[in-house]
């Protein structure tokens, strides 16, 4: 599911009188219009494409006091001598999608600007394409991108770079069950790629259940303690017990073991012990 990505929309209303007889003695009579815009990054002015149309609910008193309009800038101009407040309506191009912005017309001034923050929800394919116009859409593709604090949770008590250590100091045999593990207990947030040409499987650690983090830092998360990893082939077999139903290939078949990712940090390497990590497998795996 791609992430609800917000942008800001500014109103830009004009207004000036005109010579004609009001209806309410020392209230002239105004033209006075509204456009809609998106801001970019940089504060600028675009298009708002993004919206399919604009739906202007105006005061009760207008002939027409609801009216739409199709096309950017979505342009709304009447005539009238009365302030008030309105609502519009932006739907885009999702099925039932709408942003719904409050708006103060008032003539204080002859031309005045007002910013609204938006959020468009899950959107689709078509809207993102739309929105990259204006910055960044965020998870495009399913890569579960997820905020800085977010990505350094902890589960319980484990620590998720020790848990890291541990793992890349098991043997290749152990290292294929660790992988057949994930395979087998993953869940549908669980990020794993398997690079069959370049022999390379991919895990974040930090998106895997709980239980099964829980699990593996009890059994192979380095001990402090021992300053050592010989305990891991005791608990292997229990942990294979717990959370295993399928046997797990090993290189006494005949397979060779693949170049694991254990990253603690990103799913791209960036940050924590990933490049020490990535050199202990490289050494665990090829030699």
């Known amino acids: 599911m791609v992430a609800d990505i917000k942008r800001t929309v500014k109103l830009i209303t004009e207004q000036k009188n005109i010579d004609k007889p009001s209806e309410v003695e020392g209230f002239p009579m105004?033209?006075?219009s509204i456009e809609i815009?998106?801001?970019?990054?940089?504060?600028?002015e675009k298009p708002a494409t993004c919206f399919t149309k604009a739906v202007y609910n105006l005061h009760p008193s207008f002939a027409n006091p609801i009216q739409t309009?199709?096309?950017?800038?979505?342009?709304?101009?009447?005539?009238?001598?009365?302030?008030?407040?309105?609502?519009?309506?932006?739907?885009?191009?999702?099925?039932?999608g709408k942003n719904t912005l409050l708006h103060d017309l008032n003539f204080?001034?002859?031309?005045?600007?007002?910013?609204?923050?938006?959020?468009?929800?899950?959107?689709?394919?078509?809207?993102?394409?739309?929105?990259?116009?204006?910055?960044?859409?965020?998870?495009?593709?399913?890569?579960?991108?997820k905020?800085?604090?977010?990505?350094?949770?902890?589960?319980?008590?484990?620590?998720m770079e020790k848990l890291a250590d541990g793992l890349v100091k098991l043997d290749e045999e152990q290292l294929l069950h660790v992988v057949q593990l994930i395979h087998d207990n993953k869940s549908d947030?669980?990020?794993?790629?398997?690079?069959?040409?370049?022999?390379?499987?991919?895990?974040d650690l930090y998106t895997l259940p709980e239980t099964l983090v829980s699990a593996l830092s009890f059994k192979y998360a380095l001990d402090d303690d021992h300053g050592s990893v010989g305990h891991?082939?005791?608990?292997?077999?229990?942990?294979?017990?717990l959370y295993s139903h399928t046997p797990s290939p090993n290189s006494r078949y005949g397979i060779r073991t693949p170049w694991f990712y254990f990253t603690t940090a990103s799913i791209l390497g960036q940050g924590g012990n990933s490049a020490r990590l990535l050199?202990?497998?490289s050494r665990n795996c090829w030699s």
């Open 30 to 32: 105004k033209t006075w």
């Open 37 to 44: 815009y998106l801001l970019d990054e940089a504060g600028n």
């Open 69 to 96: 309009f199709t096309e950017a800038p979505f342009r709304c101009e009447n005539e009238g001598w009365g302030e008030f407040d309105m609502s519009i309506d932006c739907y885009t191009t999702e099925k039932g």
């Open 108 to 145: 204080a001034k002859p031309h005045y600007e007002s910013k609204h923050p938006v959020v468009f929800k899950n959107p689709s394919a078509s809207l993102i394409n739309l929105l990259r116009e204006t910055g960044p859409v965020g998870d495009e593709n399913g890569a579960r991108k």
């Open 147 to 159: 905020e800085e604090k977010k990505r350094k949770r902890t589960t319980g008590s484990v620590d």
């Open 189 to 203: 947030d669980t990020y794993t790629k398997n690079d069959i040409e370049q022999g390379e499987f991919h895990v």
């Open 232 to 241: 891991f082939p005791l608990c292997f077999t229990a942990l294979i017990a």
């Open 279 to 281: 050199a202990h497998l």
